[in-house]
């Protein structure tokens, strides 16, 4: 059976309960996108039954329901756009649906959106502290500059923190009282105490540290609980905003290559390529000149004092209490795709025919890996960690024991099983799984089919949706992850 429904694009699926939860962007009607809800699909009919289409506001990017299924939090996104008229950037904010209690989603619903206005008057104190606001033209506002993109829940579920991506920052929402009650800003990661590659053009993997300042934008999010203390997982993926392409924003991109930007001769960038060798060529091609910045942040007058870099390559921990950054992985990420995978590091996924290794450091120059997904599961006394890299497609595993400071790296997982064919050619030899993966469950052995843990991958670029059987777990949790193996099912 198929359903089709025009003039929408779908960005999320839930399920809970016996109903099935689908975000939709309205396309033909931006301000008007809606959440539908239907029952869980009649095998007997081969009927999916709609019982609630509710409109939300512009773009609701992810939808996640309470463990009871009466109250869905929406991440209305809200990305800017032309009406066909002008330019509009709708204002961002969080939807709150309520069923009636004990009812279920059967039931009449109550909407409550959320909107961001009462921190138009102090976003300068936000923005201080290491959140963004991006857009600042056409008289826009705060509220209309925030996108909430990404939801996960208090141990309770009476607190829902969401990533504002572009923003750098998570907003905090109580649920039960349907109230913003706060705005943590992410600061940034310091490159000078870690390593990355920051060219394209270099022909090689060149791991180094760089005078650059890492805005995190974190893409998924995550809570955990590690000895009864909440920490927040954040796959820091990087983004941006570019409204080039959009009639009536005049043009707006605020990215730059460092080649075009002036750095002031007194700022901490001059001394440190001074001190490191790099007086007169810090900025060619080969070494920081191709990196994408922001020529937002970090410009006094015509000069930059500071370079602030798209994403943080990697994973960080947050304290949830004091929202104060306890763990980062630093270089990891880089570094343990450039020792076994190296063909495939910071390569693009995107050209169907590209050969895989031949877009080996393509990316470095504009957020390398891109750490985009992020799951976390409780497996006896050890939390075990997924983070999906979109670039082009691998899953690293860490895992955490009674310390968030000490995590251990795994292994790394990949879908594409060669490097030396194009991309086109393993599609068509199905060879080829989970490129661009952004949304990982993890099933335990106790809901799993088979009995054994799996984690459940969707590859947004390759179109497939994978089960990977995870080894090393007996079906009690005893055991520690070693390693993702092959998928559970042929």
Sequence with gaps: MKTRIN??????????????????????????????????Y????????????????SLPDMILPTSDCQTIVVAVEAEAYNNGTHFVDPEGAIGIINFQPLQGAESDFRYTRLDFKKYNTHWQDLVSRGARFVYRENNNSFSNDVEPEFITFSRDEKIAYVGLQENNAIAEVDIINEEILAIHPLGYKNWTQFKFDASDKDHAINMQ???????????????????????????????????????GAGGFNEASRVSSLNIADSSDIAKWASLNGFSGTLQNKQNLGR?????????????????????????S?????????????????????????????????????????STMDSRSDNKGPEVEGLEAAQIGDTTVVFLGIERPGLIAVYTITDDVTNLKFESLWT?????????????????????????????????SPNG???????????????????????????????????????
């Design 415 to 447: 879908g594409i099983p060669r490097t030396d064919a194009t991309f086109s050619d393993l599609y068509n030899t199905r060879s080829i799984s989970a490129v661009d993966p952004e949304d990982l469950r993890y099933i335990s052995p106790v809901d």
């Design 291 to 315: 990196l994408q910045v922001s020529n937002l942040e970090g410009k006094v007058g015509d000069e930059y004092e500071t370079l602030y870099a798209f994403g943080g390559r990697g994973m």
């Design 209 to 247: 540290s760089w005078p650059v300042m890492g805005m995190y934008l974190c893409d998924s999010i995550k809570r955990i609980t590690v000895g009864e203390k909440s920490y927040l997982l954040t796959a820091n993926e990087g983004d941006l905003k570019d409204y080039s392409a959009i009639p």
């Design 452 to 490: 054994k843990p799996l984690l459940l991958v969707t590859g947004t670029v390759s179109g497939t949706v994978s089960l990977l059987e995870i080894r090393g777990i007996n079906s009690d949790g005893s055991r520690v992850l070693q390693h993702i193996d092959k998928p559970a099912f042929g």
């Design 317 to 357: 921990i947050f304290d949830l209490t004091t929202h104060d950054i306890v763990y980062d992985t630093g270089s990891d990420v880089e570094e343990q795709i450039a020792k076994q995978h190296p063909m495939m590091f910071n390569a693009d996924g995107k050209k169907n025919n590209d050969v895989v290794s």
């Design 42 to 57: 009649d095998t007997g009919k081969q009927t999916l039954d709609l019982v609630h289409t509710i409109t939300v506001g």
């Design 7 to 40: 003039d929408v694009e779908l960005t999320d699926v839930e399920f809970c309960g016996e109903h099935l939860l689908v975000p939709m962007d309205n396309l033909k009607d931006k301000e008007n996108g809606m959440v539908k809800v239907y029952r869980r």
